[in-house]
């Protein structure tokens, strides 16, 4: 069974642009997370999408936002970059949302914003 | 903010050795905490999970403990292994301001040496 997989691995934006990361779940999965990490803050818990609804939402601007499609793909958007929006975007999959359930996560997105 | 904090940032054990990588959390209402792997380069994996009716579980070289007195949980893995070196991330997962949402640690790297 495919993993998460995100697209694309790597990406070098200027401040000011805005940037569309996608996420494939796993098969069958419903529910696509997204985090940020960076090295001093670890990962932070973005949203949380489930049947096409933002379930639940993190502590981050509106610059950040996110969507899913009807076949549980998910694309988040970051509009007016700035250089702090660099790190690693983690997506995680799981078959339902509600916590206490494995979340699988991909391999992520490596932002850069120059 | 709400965390999950680590009580090592970094932990360095000898090939063979046994290691304990420990976490503190948070949220008293949490009642799932999971441990992830990270090597560099890759997404989070999932290494063992542990519900809040249990204070112990064991996977292969791997065992969770949970103390919800004291709030903390840690990781013992046997034999550490080259292949162990990452960072370990803990995560508590439960119904909290009105959500379910995890909450990651900031991780410890284990470095193992030969």
């Known amino acids: 069974k495919a993993g998460v997989t995100q697209t694309p691995r790597y990406l070098i934006k200027t401040r000011g642009q805005q940037v569309t990361l996608s996420c494939s779940p796993i098969s069958g999965h419903r529910s696509v997370s997204w985090y940020q990490q960076t090295p001093g803050q670890g990962l932070q818990f973005l949203f949380e999408y489930f049947s096409e609804t933002q379930r639940n939402k993190g502590n981050f601007p509106g610059r950040f936002s996110g969507r899913q499609f009807s076949n549980s793909r998910s694309e988040m958007n970051v509009s007016t970059l700035e250089l702090g929006d660099s790190a690693l975007y983690l997506c995680a999959s799981s078959w339902k949302t509600g916590g206490d359930t494995e979340a699988f996560f991909g391999q992520g997105t490596r932002l850069t914003v120059v | ?114």
């Open chain 2, 1 to 114: 903010g709400e965390s999950v904090g680590l009580h090592l940032p970094t932990l360095s054990v000898q090939e063979g050795d046994n290691s304990i990588i420990n976490c503190a959390y948070s949220n008293s209402a949490s009642d799932y905490f999971i441990w992830y792997k990270q090597e560099s380069g890759k997404g989070p994996q999932f290494i063992i999970d542990i519900r809040s009716n249990m204070d112990k579980r064991q996977g292969q070289r791997v065992t969770v403990l949970l103390n919800k007195t004291v709030k903390h949980l840690s990781l013992q893995i046997a034999a550490t292994q080259p292949g162990d070196s990452a960072v370990y991330f803990c995560a508590e997962n439960g119904f909290t301001s009105g959500t379910y949402k995890y909450i990651f640690g900031t991780g410890t790297r284990l470095k193992v040496l030969a």
